[in-house]
């Protein structure tokens, strides 16, 4: 979108709602023309497009109290996957911020900042997945938001999938203003300092503006919340990786630490003994929020030179976290690379066993002397060695520079843009085999304390430095073509071309890449070019009546098997009655792969599984039975990348209705088809192996141990995953996907004599059906209802209501995420049971203007304090005997935030 287009303010209440995508009333030959997102031509901002668009205003940003652009976007109906930030402390992108329009990825939701594209964050969701984080656009900065609710490659190109987010910076500051604000929890824990500067200075035709953001996040801890003070509450039993010693042959408790539960014991009083097992509460080392302090400060600068307007903007984000989960586990090593450079290699471990074995006899042996010796594996969590954590630190750059200008009724405008985000992160972690070594060589005693000397011996610090860039330059021009008129009037069009660079790289210290260390990291780096060109025509068949075509060419240059991808479009809008439009598009859309799925080296991981081939060799029902059925926990996974992905293709189509029966009053409902082909997927560790049972397919994949007590297995539900053992999911275009649904959306603004002014705004969408088809020949199977793959709420709603008079407003809101199933539903479709409750919250904010002295803000987020939601599939209850954490289900914290009721105040000042 042309840089030069936003730069007009909006008059009041010509912006479409976030809940209501219509037009307010207005003269139409008085309105101001701007181009709105979904298109590069230009048009009338109070005239309703032939694509949904909804629009977030900073005033309306302001009343609802949010302060990041997550939290605009994460609270609006049709972000069906929900947002990724608060709450998401476990993800291998810590202290980042996405959303995830219509549940398709965040990847598949294209992200744009005054129309142009933004960096992804150089490490992926899960590791893998690319994504623009969106924390580092300060609310503060935000004019406002443009939600595109359609595909858009054939304008924008890649990424256009499932929705465009467009943020529009301010450009209309004036003077100077302060904004301090403090927030706090009714529980304690989660509290936030913030304060914004911004300054506006205009000197003939050159004008400055800066915005600055500081920000102070304290940290909130599991135990701050009753739902989350124990890993023993709600059903839950704790982490199996206490202190136990189980047998290397049948995998059968041997021994428990004596001392399992007390406070000199080797686990300071953190075990729990549980029958022949004990086991560990990881609560008090876990966080919702990690602790943070971050700061940006952006400038921009607008001088006009005669007929020509130049434009330059420039960012600078930085954000420290320090975040910290409970200390590694210690299961015999951890040997996902045991082959790999390591300090003690093969040859100092028992050949059968492998390393961290203890053999019958030895020293540290609890069964040495008991007249039944065996060898054996302690599990233990290496108290000793202290929490894990990460101290990370973000840095973001960006600049721009344009000219814009116009040749006649032509416009035109070209740009030069570069962004970068880098990321730098040191964690503790442990010499797997320097530990192994000591327990299966030197007589290191688990069932005692950790000598500090060991502990400083095994300790080593990783180290992690990873960057993602982009530069380009682009240039529009666009205009009428009065050589074709029509009835409607003349034919208007727009040219667009650009051209980009991308890079990412990401890289761990030496030891780290070797594979000799608790936590592994193998980093990646990888670069493209592409270049897009675009063409769009507006055609106005009768005085209300417009038809639009668009197509898009991309051409790539990379390892990939993308080379080029063509991507149309085409649009309609009728307005058979000057209160009612009828609106149509449809278009396909593509999704280059990302860099890290091309370039990136393996990510190490874990992940609970049931060994569906082997319990229904056995006869058995997967997650009950015997115990070749039930869960193994932590079962090595490798995600690995694939140089010979191509591009995934999609296909949208929209159709919808805005009415306004009555002045003021504006009703749309718009229904929607997303299809999307050759997803880029690593199949889950459960997927690879549900394949491989039902078709053979993928059981390459799937290495059991070779040797030891789970030889011919992954491990047992027992003692967890055995380190021999490897499930290996590289990226592949597998899957399809597609979805379809309803969004309703109202908005009424009453005007009472002497009580002010009222606006409602009310918002539904509806899923109808979301199903997935894992791989090329499968059947499409339903989501919605089931605990499948994809997991979306059926629903979601909105309403709001605000109330202005003279120097006084109120603004309330009501959000509601419809149930869905639990992340470990076992039935299909899920049973009542199975489903994640409703999740309802209603925030409240008063205003009283003072003029010159100021204006103060104060409110309540999720007034009546609702529950978090938990899932209740993450329960031994439902046939898994160790879960990786009952609180947090995979889907819920997405839609759910662990803070609880809070509260702020906000004063802000101008002069």
């Not at 005239?47 to 629009?55: I, L, M, N, R, Y």
Request: aromatic share 10%; charged share 20%.
């Amino acid at each position: 979108m042309p840089e030069a287009s936003v730069a007009q303010d909006e008059a009041p209440g010509t912006s479409a709602p976030p809940t209501a995508r219509s037009p307010a009333p207005a003269a139409e030959a008085d309105a101001e023309t701007i181009v709105v997102t979904g298109s590069r031509i230009r048009r009338k901002i109070n005239k309703e497009g032939p694509t949904p668009v909804a629009t977030i205003t900073h005033e309306e940003i302001d009343k609802l109290g949010y302060t990041t652009v997550e939290e605009v976007l994460g609270n609006l109906t049709y972000n069906a996957g929900g947002s990724f930030g608060t709450g998401q402390s476990f993800s291998f992108a810590k202290g980042t911020q996405s959303v995830d329009l219509r549940g398709f990825g965040a990847g598949r939701t294209l992200i744009l900042l005054d129309g142009r594209r933004l960096p992804v964050f150089p490490q992926g969701l899960g590791g893998t997945d690319a994504f623009v984080d969106l924390s580092i656009i300060p609310a503060s900065l935000v004019e406002r938001v443009e939600v595109l609710l359609d595909g858009a490659s054939a304008i924008y190109g890649s990424d256009a999938i499932s929705g465009v987010v467009n943020i529009i910076t301010r450009k209309d500051i004036e003077g100077s203003q302060i904004i301090a604000r403090y927030s706090d929890s009714d529980d304690g824990g989660g509290a936030s300092r913030r304060i914004q500067f911004l300054q506006g200075l205009t000197s003939g035709e050159t004008r400055i503006q800066i915005v600055g953001d500081y920000t102070k996040q304290d940290v909130l801890k599991f135990t701050d919340r009753s739902f989350s003070k124990s890993d023993f509450d709600n059903g839950g039993v704790g982490s199996g990786f206490g202190n136990t010693f189980v047998d290397a042959e049948t995998g059968d408790s041997l021994a428990i630490d004596p001392n399992c539960g007390l406070p000199g014991g080797a686990l300071g009083g953190r075990g729990v003994i549980d029958g022949d097992l004990c086991r560990f509460d990881r609560s008090e080392y876990r966080q919702f929020i990690p602790d943070s302090e971050k700061g940006s400060i952006f400038l921009r600068l607008d001088r006009k030179f005669g007929e020509i307007n130049s434009f330059a903007r420039f960012g600078a984000y930085r954000n420290k976290l320090v975040f910290q989960q409970e200390p590694n586990a210690f299961q015999g090593g951890d040997s996902l690379a045991f082959t790999q450079n390591r300090i003690y290699g093969p040859e100092y471990f028992d050949p059968d066993f492998g390393p961290g074995y203890v053999a019958p006899g030895a020293v540290n042996n609890p069964t040495t002397g008991t007249g039944d010796e065996r060898g054996g594996f302690f599990l233990r969590r290496l108290v000793e060695f202290g929490p894990r954590g990460t101290d990370q630190t973000t840095q973001a750059y960006q600049g721009l520079f344009g000219l814009q200008g116009e040749i006649g009724a032509f416009s035109w405008e070209a740009g030069v843009t570069h962004n970068e985000v880098r990321l730098e992160s040191t964690s503790p972690t442990i010499l797997s085999s320097v530990l192994d070594n000591e327990v299966s060589n030197n007589g290191l005693d688990l069932f005692q304390r950790i000598p500090d000397a060991i502990v400083a011996k095994a300790s080593h610090t990783q180290s992690e430095k990873a960057v993602s860039r982009t530069s380009g330059v682009d240039a529009t021009f666009s205009g009428p073509l009065s050589f074709l008129p029509l009835p409607g009037g003349d034919v208007e069009f727009a040219l667009h071309g650009d051209f980009e660079k991308q890079r990412y790289k990401d890289e761990f210290d030496a030891i780290s890449t070797a594979g000799d260390v608790f936590d592994g990291g193998n980093g990646g780096g990888g670069d493209r070019k592409y270049t897009g060109v675009g063409l769009e025509f507006r055609m106005p068949l009768l005085q209300n009546l417009e038809f639009g075509v668009a197509g898009r060419v991309d051409s790539y240059a990379d390892d990939s098997d993308t080379g080029k991808a063509f991507s149309p479009s085409v649009r309609t809008a009728y307005r058979p009655v000057e209160i009612v439009l009828l609106r149509a598009s449809w278009g396909k859309s593509f999704r280059a792969p990302d860099l890290q799925r091309l370039f990136g080296a393996n990510t190490n991981a874990f992940d609970d599984v049931v060994d569906t081939p082997l319990c229904l060799a056995a006869g058995g029902t997967p997650g009950s039975g015997a115990d070749v059925c039930l869960p193994i926990q932590s079962v090595p996974l490798v995600i690995g990348s694939n140089q010979n992905l191509k591009e995934e293709t999609g296909e949208n189509f929209n159709i919808g209705v805005v009415v306004e029966p009555v002045r003021n009053l504006t009703l749309n409902v718009d229904y929607y088809e997303i299809k999307v082909d050759d997803l880029v997927a690593d199949l889950t560790a459960q997927q690879l192996l549900d394949v491989c049972a039902s078709s053979g397919a993928f059981c390459d994949q799937i290495q059991r141990a070779a040797s030891g007590p789970n030889a011919g297995f992954l491990g047992s539900p027992q003692t967890g995953g055995d380190p021999g053992a490897v499930i290996r999911a590289n990226a592949l275009n597998l899957s399809s996907q597609e979805i379809e649904g309803v969004d309703v959306g109202a908005t009424y603004v009453m005007h009472v004599d002497h009580y002010g002014t009222f606006t409602h705004q009310f918002s539904w969408s509806h899923v109808r059906s979301l199903k997935v088809q894992s791989q090329p020949g499968d059947d499409y199977v339903e989501q919605i209802g089931f605990g499948q793959t994809v997991l979306l709420p059926e629903d979601r709603y909105s309403f709001s209501t605000d109330w202005n008079i003279l120097n006084y407003g109120v603004t309330v809101r009501i959000d509601r995420v419809g149930k869905y199933p639990g992340s470990n539903s076992l039935t299909e479709p899920a049973r009542s049971d199975e489903f994640v409750d409703p999740y309802t919250t209603v925030d409240v904010q008063g205003r009283v203007d003072f003029g010159t002295y100021g204006l103060l803000r104060v409110g309540l987020d999720n007034l009546f304090d609702e529950d978090f939601p938990l899932d209740p599939t993450f329960t031994a209850d439902a046939g898994t005997p160790n879960v990786q954490n009952q609180f947090l289900g995979e889907a819920t914290s997405y839609f759910a935030n662990p803070l609880g009721r809070s509260g702020y105040v906000q004063y802000e000042i101008k002069f």
